[in-house]
């Protein structure tokens, strides 16, 4: 039907992929055994690439605080809280929020994405303005199409360039708001905060920090980087997300700035669109409740994290610039990622394949996330697996002799002559993280 | 506006000027290259996305080293506008006389 041949180019690329094996799309698992594992196509396999960092999906008490909410207070909302009202939980949570982070008031969003929609496409309107990283996650591109503010972007984890950007906008009339992840979901890499800090308060901005990935995941009491740096009270706004760490689903904006209950009357994606059902939220406050005392499943999380990183490298791989929950294999080369990442799906082992142009610098990515639930031994299989379908790739040295290593490459090219170059991904992505 | 063509003018400056001589374009030129594909040749009427060889990820890169070159802020819905090279001299003329 014509009015779908504008996904054309969305289509080849998920043609080719399936054609060389799995579609990143189109997987389905047939059960979910535990935070690490799960049965797919009637095999047992590891689960890299979940986010579920402090491996809490099957968390006993969560999942009885969600079964008794269900119980007692129904399966929905069946609507917004404008339109509907509040719950006690949706208030308690939002309470304990505010709390968790030391700040003044927080909002409830029914998801990740739609907290950073919600928050920075309401934030900032017109005559203000959007500084954002070059690096930011979809959520945040897409909030700014909702935004009337001017976005201007900077070169990612970039503090110089965001000064410059700052200092031409200097006198204009108009809120500077900036916008950065705490660690940034494609490589890992987290922001220089303080750096960034520095430069906002030179040029009276505010900063708005997403951190998703980081909630459990950094700092003493798992606040994130702001804690991890000691920069709390130069944040004025936070979002972030119960579906990585807390293992449920929904999102939030917490803030110290006064007045911040008017946005939830200005933020069309927390007016239209249902409240989180109660049981999430009640999974959603268990698992929060648990985070500031979750000292040894962070240890464990960052443990976990290093021998992964460290395991990866040394055997030869292009990796994220540094040690972190998400580890990334940088590769130039469409068919040996692809290639890589079906090659583990086949062996048992699950991550995320990412493709340009959702990856930096046009790489392509196998992107691995680590949680605590993970044994040394999954981590060393894993690492295992790599290596050796890393090597039959020829995308780490092998260490037998060159020669050796080209012979192996081509018995794994002769291993699937169906493989048909993939051309070079346009401007659509196809990402799976 | 520009008018396509290689021998196109300008009225922003308000001076008749070959677009072929004109520094702003020259520079765009000269920030392009290592971001274009080597082979296709780089005229004003060329289409940066499509001519160029460069996708949205060159294209940004190449944006950035424009204005640290200019030393200028090209907004994300400037470059939303732009199609051509001589689309981007004439927001980049644009730009600067705003500043």
Known sequence: MAIFDKFQPLTDVHEQLKSVGQSPSALQFDEII???????????????????YLGLTFDDASIDKGIAALREQGTGTTGSRIANGSYGGHKELERELAEFYGM?????????????????????????????????HASIHDACKLSDAQVIRFRHNDPVNLAKKLERLAGKPGEKLIVIESIYSMLGDTSPLKEMIAVKNKY????????AHSLGVMGATGRGLCELAGVEKDIEFVTGTFSKSIGTIGGFLISNVPGLDIVRLASRPYMFTASLPPSVVATARQALSRVPGATELRTKLWDNATQLYAGLKNAGFDLGPQVSPIVAIRMQDPQKAVALWNGLLEAGVYTNLALPPATPSGWF????????AHSSQQIALAVELCTRIGRELGLIPCPLTQGASVEMMNIATKKKPSEEPLETVKDDAVVQA | ????????????????????NDPIYLEIVSQLRPHADKSVNITPNAIILSDLGMDSLAIMDFVFDLEDALDLTIPEHRISEVKSISD???????LQKEA
């Open chain 1, 34 to 52: 535990s935070p690490t594992e799960a049965v797919l196509n009637g095999r047992r396999t590891i689960l890299l690439g979940t986010n579920n």
């Open chain 1, 104 to 136: 003044r008031d927080a909002i409830l969003y029914s998801t990740g994405y739609m907290a950073n929609l919600g928050a920075i496409g309401t934030l900032a309107g017109r005559g203000d303005y959007l500084l954002i990283d070059a690096d930011s």
């Open chain 1, 204 to 211: 009276g901005a505010s900063l708005l920090i997403d951190e």
């Open chain 1, 365 to 372: 990515l196998l992107r691995s996330s680590i949680s605590a």
């Open chain 2, 1 to 20: 506006m520009w008018v396509a063509g290689e021998n196109a003018m300008t009225e922003t400056t308000g001076k008749a000027c070959d677009m072929l």
């Open chain 2, 88 to 94: 981007l001299v004439d927001v980049v003329y644009k």
